[in-house]
């Protein structure tokens, strides 16, 4: 196995594993490891650079399997110590792969679909799995307070993974969030701040605290720690084809909020292909958006290399960024992948998130009807090839959007007798 890598940063010598340096995804330019997220040459984003080399591919496969039911089994490959499964974390991920037979059938998918369910994590979504990789980079720099700017799931999961590692959290969030989402938030015992604005507002709000005095010593999961947070969602790519036998999926369809998640898919696949772990073979990744805030979808269809912010109007909020940071990056991947950026309205959303739950028993969150409602869309459209193995995330729980769903409810009221039971029709 390959050694340990110790990185000296402007201000200590830390040990994240296998990562060797910041790298700028514009020009290349490499910095040592720490807590910036910008290059200092061009202002492109810096991404985990590895060294991976003496990694034997069977001796790291046994290592994987043997892993613990978590991200961690994953620690060879992330920026974080090898002792870091015995660190106070909330150790998210290992989700179940749902092989959705009756959405399949549903949809007319014939060559295997299914659904990445992250709902299963410690909060919910697939957010912990970001947050616990930007907690060991925030102890790895000595950070005492853990704060994000957030849409409403990242703000639950700075506050679950403070928690159980004795952090001080502070976060940001729009003011007029889902209030399941806000709850969920406060109850971990953080300070919780909402900003009047959306999204965006709040995130350029973030970036300026980051360099004022009255930030210091504060670790933003998704700015100043961001290449760090990122790479918690290769463990998406990982899990998927693990799952699978080792093997890649042939379509994959995922939300795109800041486009991140789908980046680092993409990037959790070219490192498994590059190492071994998996025959190297064509895949397609789609991304998911609503209607309603559609910027990447838009530049996409139009055929454009930049990406043009809009305002949010959508009820899927946990995507409603209006200026993703990775959408050129994931227009770049659809076109390479030969996939496509599709969206749906708000009423596709709602319908979608019925019919998976309907057919699988999978109540998603509003992004999740998104991946289900564009997976349904380029089916139809002839986009998506129903005889290729699919894979649809469903990154959150539907219990934190109920308002999307107000509405559903009781069949019938009947009183307690045979009688009345038979009149309502349901006998």
């Not at 995804?25 to 991404?47: N, Q, S, T």
């Not at 037979?101 to 992250?118: F, P, S």
């Not at 009820?315 to 990775?326: E, F, H, M, V, Y």
Request: aromatic content about 6%.
């Amino acid at each position: 196995m390959a050694v340990q890598t110790v990185a000296t940063t402007s201000d200590s010598t830390v040990d994240l594993g296998p990562a060797a340096a910041l790298s700028c995804r514009e020009c290349g330019h490499r910095v040592p490891l720490g807590p910036v997220f910008a290059c200092e040459e061009c202002f492109g984003p810096l991404e985990i650079a590895y060294d991976f080399s003496g990694y034997d591919t069977e001796e790291l496969r046994r290592r994987i399997e043997a892993g613990p039911a978590n991200i961690w089994r994953y620690a060879p490959l992330l920026p974080v110590p090898a002792d870091v499964a015995d660190k106070p974390n909330i150790n998210p991920g290992w989700t179940k792969l749902v092989k959705a037979d009756n959405l399949a059938r549903e949809l007319g998918v014939t060559g295997g679909l299914y659904v990445k369910d992250d709902s299963g994590n410690p909060t919910h979504s697939f957010k912990d799995r970001v947050v616990a990789q930007a907690l060991e980079a925030a102890r790895a720099f000595g950070f005492t307070t853990l704060s994000c700017s957030s849409t409403g799931n990242l703000a639950g999961a700075v506050g679950a993974a403070a928690a159980r590692a004795g952090f001080r959290s502070c976060v940001f969030i729009p003011h007029d969030l889902e209030q399941g989402k806000v709850v969920m938030a406060a109850v971990y015992g953080g300070e919780l701040v909402g900003i009047e604005g959306n999204y965006d507002d709040v995130n350029r709000f973030c970036s300026e605290l980051i360099g004022d005095p009255a930030g210091e010593g504060w670790g933003f999961v998704n700015v100043n720690l961001r290449p760090y947070y990122a790479e918690g969602s290769k463990t998406l790519a990982y899990e998927i084809c693990e799952q699978l036998g080792w093997r890649l999926p042939d379509q994959i369809v995922v939300p795109i909020a800041s486009g991140s998640q789908l980046t680092k898919i993409d990037k959790g696949l070219q490192e498994l292909i590059r190492l071994g772990l998996v025959e190297d073979k064509p895949y397609t990744i789609f991304g998911a958006q609503a209607e309603g805030c559609s910027p990447v979808s838009t530049a996409f269809k139009a055929g454009h290399d930049v990406v043009r912010p809009q305002k949010p109007d959508t009820i899927a909020k946990s995507l409603a960024i209006g200026n993703p940071a990775d959408g050129p990056y994931v227009l770049d991947i659809a076109r390479r992948t030969g996939g496509a950026v599709e969206d749906v309205t708000d009423p596709e959303i709602v319908d979608a998130i019925k019919l998976l739950a309907r057919t699988e028993g999978i109540f998603a969150e509003t992004a999740g009807g998104v991946t289900v409602g564009v997976t349904r869309k380029l089916l139809k459209e002839g986009v998506l090839d129903p005889a290729k193995t699919t894979v649809v995330l469903n990154t959150g729980d539907g219990l934190k959007t109920l308002d999307a769903v107000a509405g559903t409810g009781l069949t019938a009221t009947i009183r307690p007798t045979l009688d009345s039971f038979r009149e309502a029709g349901l006998a």
